[in-house]
C-alpha cells in the first residue's frame, strides 16, 4: 500500500545559511521541500514540478519595482507564495498571499493556505 504523496514546497533564498534555516523550518514529515538560489532556479523548478506552495525571502520582494511573486504567478497562477520576514509597515508585494515573520511562522501559514 502506497501513502498519500506528501506537498510540495518550494523555498526560495540567496543565502544557502537562510535556505537550510527556511527547509529546515517546515516539517519534513508532512512536506517534501524543495529548495533554489535563485529567481531562475527557483522558476524552472516552479515549471517542471507539481507545488504546493512557495516559501519566498523577503529579498526577492522586489527586483526593481517586480516581485519574484508575480513571476510564480504568471506560470501558476493559484500557486500560494508565502513570504518570509517582509516588513510589515509596508505593502504587500504583488502576487504574495501570506507573510510569515519568521521561520517559526511558516508551518502556520502554509497550514492555513493549502488546508483552508
Keep these: 500500500m502506497m501513502g498519500q504523496a506528501k506537498p510540495r514546497i518550494l523555498c526560495v533564498s540567496r543565502s544557502s545559511s537562510r535556505l537550510t534555516a527556511i527547509c ?3 516539517s519534513h514529515r508532512e512536506y517534501e521541500v ?3 538560489a535563485t529567481p ?3 522558476v524552472a523548478v516552479c ?3 507539481n507545488l504546493a ?3 519566498l525571502d523577503s529579498e526577492f520582494s522586489t527586483e526593481t519595482g ?3 511573486a508575480q513571476t510564480f504567478k504568471m506560470v501558476k497562477p493559484h500557486l500560494p507564495v508565502v513570504l518570509l520576514g517582509h516588513n510589515h509597515h509596508q505593502a504587500l508585494p504583488p502576487g504574495v498571499d ?3 515573520l519568521d521561520h517559526s511562522a511558516i508551518q502556520h501559514k502554509l497550514s492555513g493556505l ?3
Excluded: D, K, Y
Design 24 to 26: 529546515a523550518a517546515l
Design 66 to 68: 517586480w516581485s519574484a
Design 53 to 55: 506552495a512557495v516559501v
Design 34 to 36: 524543495l529548495g533554489a
Design 114 to 116: 493549502l488546508n483552508p
Design 40 to 42: 531562475e532556479q527557483a
Design 47 to 49: 515549471v517542471s514540478n
Design 98 to 100: 501570506a507573510v510569515a
